[in-house]
């Protein structure tokens, strides 16, 4: 969470703006509005990190839809057996596999109902957000802060 007290906060929201690393637009001369714009709405945010609940068997059984694992089509016994496998590796439900979330997405076709539920337990975050912690807003203030310190 930003910290307006806090100068390592303040020089990395500076330093976040002054050099724009990751190409977000920012202009010090523009209107304040529209800075904060682009560090708080998620939308302007061009890196397109996501966040979302940690992947544990829980949450792949509650995206998991029965008919992606018929064996037909791309789904092979070999990757039922991968599914059912990390799911009898763990010791409970609740375990962290996040390591393997990218390899569960994609034994299923892009457009699986199941890669979609996953999919969707993600949301963007804004670029305040990525510097200083889930549910930052910058205000006004606190760029001002940043900027004269």
């Known amino acids: 969470m930003f910290d307006v ?10 330093t976040e ?13 523009a209107n304040v509005t529209t800075l904060m ?4 709405d ?3 945010n061009v890196g397109g990190e996501t966040t979302g609940q940690t992947f544990t068997p829980r ?3 509650d995206v998991l839809e029965p008919n992606d694992l018929t064996v037909g089509g791309q789904f092979t016994e070999g990757e039922q057996t991968w599914v059912r496998l990390l799911m009898e ?12 979330r990218a390899k569960f997405i994609s034994v299923f076709p892009a457009n699986a109902p199941t890669v979609t539920n996953l999919n969707a337990r993600l949301r963007t975050l804004s670029r305040a957000e990525v ?6 807003v910058l205000s006004n ?9």
């Open 5 to 14: 007290t806090d100068p390592a906060d303040l020089l990395a929201l500076k």
């Open 17 to 29: 703006v002054n050099t724009d690393p990751i190409g977000m637009g920012y202009d010090v001369n």
């Open 37 to 40: 714009r682009l560090l708080n």
């Open 42 to 44: 998620p939308a302007n």
């Open 59 to 61: 949450l792949m059984l």
């Open 89 to 100: 590796s763990t010791a409970s439900l609740d375990d962290d596999i996040e390591a393997y």
């Open 131 to 136: 510097l200083f912690g889930e549910d930052t």
């Open 141 to 149: 203030q606190d760029w001002f802060a940043a900027r004269d310190s």
